[in-house]
Every structure is written in C-alpha cells, then in structure tokens.
C-alpha cells in the first residue's frame, strides 16, 4: 500500500524540481505594505518571512479587551501574520438568538439579497480587529468567505439566490451568486485597502467543487478548470478594487496531475483524492494566474487519509506531509511565487511534538515563505466570566479559547519553541 503510494508521489515530486522556473516582476506598494519580490515576501525593501497563526474566532469575541491581550500574546510569541475570518453570516431566523448571544454577524440572509451589519455587533468588531492589529505590527490575512457551513460560507448564497436545485459548484458559475459575493467583497476591500495591517486577500477558504451540505455537478469534475476560472475572475477583480495588497487562493492546494498516487485500501485501488482533480483544484495551473501572488495550502493527513492511518497500518502522517510540502515547494519553484503552509495539524500532544519538528524543518529546507499551524489558542479570556458558547461546538471554556482538537494554548511551551 504504502510502496504504491509513495513510489508514484516521489517520481513526480522529482519531475516537478526538474522543470525550469517561470520569473515574476516586483510590484511597487505604498511603505509598510508586504509584496512580492519573485519566492520572497519584501516589506519595505527588506526579506520578510514568518511564523503564523490560524485565530478565525478573533472577530468572535465580544470583549475588546480579550482581542487586545490575544494581540499581546501573539506579539509576544514572535507571531507576525494572523489570519483571520472577514466572513459571518447568518440566517433572518437566526438574528433573534444571535443577538441575545451576542454573536458576530456581517451579513443578515432573508432574502436573494443580502444586509450589511456594519454596527456594533457586526464590522465594527472587525474594524477592532484591524486596528488591534496595526497597534502590535501584526498583519492579518483576511479570507472573505468559506467553502463550508461554518459561520455562513457559500452555501448561503446558494440556499437564498438559486434554491434547493443548486450543486454547490454553481457557487463559482453563477452570475447572481458571484455578483452578490462580489459585492461583499467590495465592502470588505474598501474598508480596509488603505491598512498597512492587511497582508493579503484570500478569496475562499478552502475551495472544493462539493461543501459539507451540497454536492457538486457535471460541470466540477476534472479538467474542467471551474474553480481555476472562479480564482482568475475573483482575482482580477479584487485587483481592480486593490492594486497594492497581496491576493491569494485560500485554497488546499490540492493537484491535478496525470498520473495520481494510488491509495489501497481491503485491496481495492483508488487515485489520490487530493492528486486527482476531484476536489475542483489545480495547485500549478492556480499559482500561474497574474493576480494570485503566492500559494497557499493546507495539510491535514490524519484526519484526510482515516483509512490509513491505524496501529499496524505502515502509513505515515509525517511522510505524508513532508512529500506534500516538497511537492508544493517544488511547484512555487517552478512558477517563481512565494508558498506558504497556512494551515496544517494534528491531534495529540504527542503527535504534535513528534511529528512538527521535521515538518517545520522541510519547510526552512524549501524556503517556505510563511508557516501557520492551525490554531492559535488563547488563556485568560474574560468575556462573560470565561465561558460562554459561541455557535456550534465553539466555546470559550473557563477562559480558554475554542478547541477543535488542534490548538495550541499559550501554556504549550512544548509545541510552542517548535516555532521559535
């Protein structure tokens, strides 16, 4: 099993480091913001690299003195970019509960067309957000919606604008739809195009051609270039709107290649779901477009490959991520743009101080430019006596922070001098 797999991902591995590299031209940016210089992220002249974190719940919170002592905390750990949700969006028989809770919202569906919040309870703690973070010299990259349920993503476009007929890929074909996101986006951009604490725009977390509550349709398998075409038309026209900060996918970063890994399991051969085009993505043919500035991907092999991954099983998680790491970095060479890891995790304490190390380790090998576990977790929070249910299963618990299994908490020096 695992000799198929690996023998096939390593040969075109070693086929993408062959090809010759494309070159990128610099674009000059107004003092303070972050560019590009061909692999390399610039601020003002000089190479910035950094250590990242993932905090979507910052706009979550309710008290402003928690965003201030998360922004602290994160400064103090050498943290230089957080990324961060510009999405939440929420449902007209939503808004009752939401308000009693106190539930940050941006967006209120009741209809094809949706309301701004830009009032307390909603942009306005995002503005807290951005300004907090320019206090401690942090930039934030800001994602303007998501591929998933969470906090309102796509499929809510889809639900109020098509109806119970739509795929979700009709999300990135759509004109309604897309007029529509458009619009949010343009909200966001020009709230904040002029901040020196945005590092870049991030088009859609985690793009695929199916979501958690929708399928997707005969125009999303592969070759068909759907979600490539989406990233090119979003990002020409986020460009159109910001000639100055970075923009980049927010996709996995999955591949479209001709020959996939093969994946054995009770015997049966498969191609490599994130190798095979299935997911909508082409993590080459994406980082090529003259709009998207560098490449982004996420790396999650426990939870992806469940199948694999059992005692006895000689699969492995920090094999598996280290290939594909190298296979992005291998990519980004060839095309000449920056790479960063933005989001990548393991359950576990054990797995995480094992395993991080030589992940962390392939990414200074391969000149990564940035790299960002998933997630961030704060202490000490105060906001209604230290507990309070956010939505779904995120909570801040006595103090602490959502936990989805993966964060890592300010008191985890074991995880946290991995990255420093």
Same mark, same amino acid.
């Given at each position: 099993? !695992?000799?198929v797999?690996?023998?096939a ?17 610099? !674009? ?55 990324r ?24 209120l ?129 986020? !460009? ?11 996709g ?30 082409d993590?080459?043919?994406?980082? !090529?477009? @003259? ?46 743009? @920056? ?15 094992t ?59 074991s ?6």
């Amino acid at each position: 099993m !695992r000799l198929v797999l690996w023998t096939a991902l390593c040969l075109c591995v070693e086929a993408l480091a062959a090809r010759v590299p494309d070159t990128t031209q610099r !674009r000059a940016v107004p003092s303070g913001f972050v560019t590009t210089n061909g692999k390399q992220f610039e601020l003002d002249g000089a190479p910035f690299s950094f250590v990242g974190a993932n905090v979507y719940w910052l706009p979550l919170l309710t008290s402003s003195d928690d965003v201030e002592l998360t922004f602290q905390d994160i400064q103090g750990q050498g943290i230089k970019v957080v990324r961060t949700w510009g999405f939440n969006a929420i449902n007209g028989s939503e808004l009752a509960g939401a308000i009693e809770s106190g539930l940050t919202y941006y967006q209120l569906w009741n209809s094809s067309q949706w309301i701004l919040n830009d009032g307390p309870q909603g942009l306005q703690r995002l503005d807290n957000v951005v300004s907090t973070a320019a206090k401690y010299d942090i930039r934030l990259i800001i994602t303007f919606t998501n591929n998933w349920v969470g906090y309102g993503g796509s499929d809510l476009f889809l639900n109020w604008i098509v109806g119970s007929e739509a795929t979700h890929d009709l999300f990135f074909t759509n004109k309604d739809v897309i007029a529509s996101y458009q619009s949010y986006v343009q909200t966001i951009v020009d709230r904040y195009k002029n901040s020196s604490s945005i590092f870049a725009w991030e088009l859609m977390n985690e793009a695929r051609c199916i979501s958690d509550t929708l399928p997707a349709g005969p125009n999303c398998i592969p070759g068909t270039e759907t979600l490539n075409t989406w990233y090119r038309q979003q990002s020409d026209f986020v !460009r159109s709107l910001d000639p100055d900060h970075m923009i980049t996918t927010g996709g996995e970063g999955q591949f479209y290649w001709a020959q996939p890994p093969v994946i054995w399991t009770d015997n049966v051969p498969a191609s490599d779901y994130n190798f095979d085009g299935r997911a909508g993505e082409d993590f080459e043919l994406d980082l !090529r477009l @003259p709009n998207i500035d560098f490449g982004s991907y996420h790396m999650y092999p426990q939870t992806w490959y469940p199948q694999l991954d059992f005692p006895g099983s000689n699969f492995s998680v920090e094999d598996w991520g280290l290939n594909w790491m190298q296979a992005h970095a291998d990519t980004a060479d060839m095309v000449g743009k @920056p790479v960063i890891i933005e989001e990548f995790g393991l359950t576990g304490l054990d797995n995480k101080t094992t395993t991080y190390p030589s992940w962390v380790q392939r990414a200074l090998d391969t000149n990564h430019a940035g790299i960002m576990p998933w997630q961030f977790g704060q202490l000490n929070l105060t906001e209604s006596g230290g507990n309070r249910l956010i939505k779904y299963a995120d909570q801040i618990l006595d103090g602490a922070s959502p936990n989805d299994g993966f964060a890592i908490y300010t008191n985890e020096t074991s995880v946290l001098d991995i990255f420093t």
